[in-house]
């Protein structure tokens, strides 16, 4: 596995995998795919040149994509970001994500931020192992607020504080 920048060449593979979620999972509370403008737009959301998308490559192609958000657009919260990672259905289980979380993790510091949050569908233990095993803690669960495929979904909140005393 190789882990780089994306690039926008690596827009249609990243949303081949972001979309199987989209349209069939609960990864994701987006409910449409976005147009190729909204993915350029995507790609291009970074405040400041602060939030890393990186993709990780395979023998075929991107296996998988992770990135960093802005938390919230008040100043205060600027040294928070939440993550996303996302692996080709038949790409998981060979610590892809694993390997895109931890690259989010190194590169955060060197951002500016210091608290990662993540916020993980209940139901997806996968997800959550994996980032209670890089060190995020579970600090709440959001009640039925999300609604797709016809289920009212909970959602845990996660969070790992890179600058904490050990």
Known sequence: MKLRAATEADLPAIFEIYDEQVLHGTATFDTV???EAERFEWLHLNPGGRYPIVVAED????AGWGRLYPWSPRP??????ENAVYVRATARR???GRGLLAELLR????????TLVARIVDGNPASLALHEA???E???LMRRCGVKHGQVLDVWLLQCVLDAPA
């Open 76 to 81: 205060a919260y600027e040294r928070s970001a």
């Open 134 to 136: 890089l060190g995020y």
């Open 33 to 35: 795919p976005k147009t």
């Open 59 to 62: 023998g075929a192609g991107v």
């Open 94 to 96: 060979r610590g892809i």
């Open 107 to 114: 590169l955060a510091p060197e951002v500016g931020v210091l």
């Open 138 to 140: 579970r600090i709440g």
